[in-house]
């Protein structure tokens, strides 16, 4: 599928409600299902990646209803799955994969997970080598999926993780919930910490210590289910944040979006960058929320390493642009989990960024950017490579272009938000920003 897209003459304007977030919404499934009574999930995001889990949970003897955006799990309890009758397939989900590896790992029966080519790309061991030390046996194919799952009685560990990671986290403590005594987990840095979260809400036990990367998990919980409200997608909102800073003349606001502090890396760099951000903080239960008003600025260049990464990880793409927009150079490492994200970003960033004669140099571990804000665009057909966040981010980048621009395969956007341009173009009032 090809997109064309035309920039919009006096900027984007408006307020918009972005949808749920994907990554809560995963994790509201989830733990619905090994509840006991019913969850329901408003604002959830019929996205495809969040629709491989839901259809997994159901394959997994989980009763689940979805009319739109609202959904209903008949928890069956941590010990209530069933085995399902052929492999599970995660579609493009990492996150679904990693998180039900974890909590398949403890289960009384063997299952398997598949994905799509990308998937089946990713690093696997990630989740096999640490649910290893819990005693779990998961097989997998040349250290990628398939995944064989052995389910077995898990026993508890104290676990140092190698790799800085919500999935992985995430994966480990749905397994030591299924432990008989507590676990440790132990981060290399602060992750989204969504699931902990959740796992208190659901009424689980899990303490964080001081420094933010202890966790100990308490196990057999007993979960009951409950109404969880996801709060708009920081990720998605991203996007237009960036758009409304780069594209002159915008304004834009956007309510309802998460604050989560493990997630909101783009609001510090936008400010640090000399962006026009505003946030303002709203009551809420759970997940922090709030509003963000953004308006078109001058950008300067940034340096981002190790310890700014995560809160920042699925929006690099966008920091690219963003940098590749500000006049100076701006460095970004330790960023080398972006080379086995759905496609190795790195790589792809920088493909796409020279398309607009952006003077982006690939790091092993992250990229240089000498950016100005006037660019010798080369071609203006981008291609998203199948990775919804690469797709998106080129869309947002031919917003500044004077000729219209094509992205090809951008399918690719509906695994993580299938409104994308039907949302974009009612920030553009004047209609012409799409076609
Ligand atoms: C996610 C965690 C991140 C992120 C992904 C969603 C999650 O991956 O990139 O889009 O929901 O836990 P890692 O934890 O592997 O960095």
Request: with cysteine; charged share 15%.
């Amino acid at each position: 599928m090809q997109t064309l897209i035309k920039r919009p003459q006096n900027g984007l304007h408006g307020r918009l409600t972005v949808p749920g977030d994907k990554s809560i919404s995963h994790r509201g499934l989830i733990f619905g299902a090994i509840s006991t009574g019913t969850t329901r999930l408003t604002n959830f995001l019929p996205a495809e990646d969040c629709l491989s889990t839901l259809t997994a949970l159901q394959q997994l003897g989980v009763k689940i209803d979805r009319h739109e955006t609202t959904v209903t799990v008949h928890g069956v309890g941590l010990h209530g799955l069933t085995a399902p009758t052929q492999p599970l397939d995660m579609g493009n989900a990492g996150t679904a994969t990693r998180l039900l590896a974890g909590l398949l790992a403890g289960q009384a029966f063997d299952s398997t997970l598949v994905g799509d080519d990308s998937l089946s790309q990713r690093p696997m061991q990630r989740v096999q080598q640490p649910l290893a030390q819990m005693g779990a046996k998961l097989d997998l194919t040349a250290g990628h999926l398939p995944m064989r799952i052995h389910g077995r009685a898990l026993q508890s560990a104290t676990i140092k993780m190698a790799v800085a990671s919500a999935q992985v986290k995430s994966a480990l403590i749905l397994a030591a919930l299924q432990a008989p005594t507590a676990s440790t987990i132990i981060e290399q840095l602060p992750t989204r910490d969504h699931t902990e979260r959740l796992l208190t809400a659901f009424g689980g036990q899990l303490n964080t210590a001081a420094d933010g990367r202890t966790i100990t998990v308490q196990p057999q919980p007993h979960l009951t289910g409950k109404t969880v409200t996801v709060p708009g997608d920081m990720s998605s909102a991203a996007f237009f944040m960036t758009a409304a800073s780069i594209v002159p003349g915008s304004q834009i606001t956007l309510p309802q979006v998460g604050l989560n502090p493990t997630r909101t890396g783009l609001l510090q760099v936008l400010q640090r960058m000399g962006g026009d951000v505003t946030v303002t903080p709203q009551a809420s239960v759970g997940e922090p929320l709030g509003t963000v008003t953004v308006k078109a600025a001058t950008l300067k260049p940034i340096d981002l390493g190790a310890d700014d990464i995560p809160a920042v990880i699925d929006e690099l793409p966008l920091v690219a642009l963003l940098a590749a927009t500000a006049t100076g150079v701006s460095h970004i490492t330790g960023a080398s989990e972006l080379r086995v994200k759905e496609t190795d970003r790195i790589a792809t960033i920088v493909a796409e960024l020279k398309k607009l004669g952006v003077q982006i140099t690939e790091q092993p571990d992250g990229f240089t950017i000498d950016g100005r804000p006037a660019w010798q665009v080369k071609t203006a057909t981008f291609d998203s490579h199948g990775d919804h966040r690469i797709g998106m981010m080129m869309a947002i980048a031919g917003l500044r272009l004077t000729q219209p621009t094509t992205l090809a395969h951008a399918e690719a956007i509906n695994i993580s938000y299938p409104g994308f341009f039907t949302d974009l173009q009612q920030l553009c009032p004047t209609k012409e920003a799409l076609a």
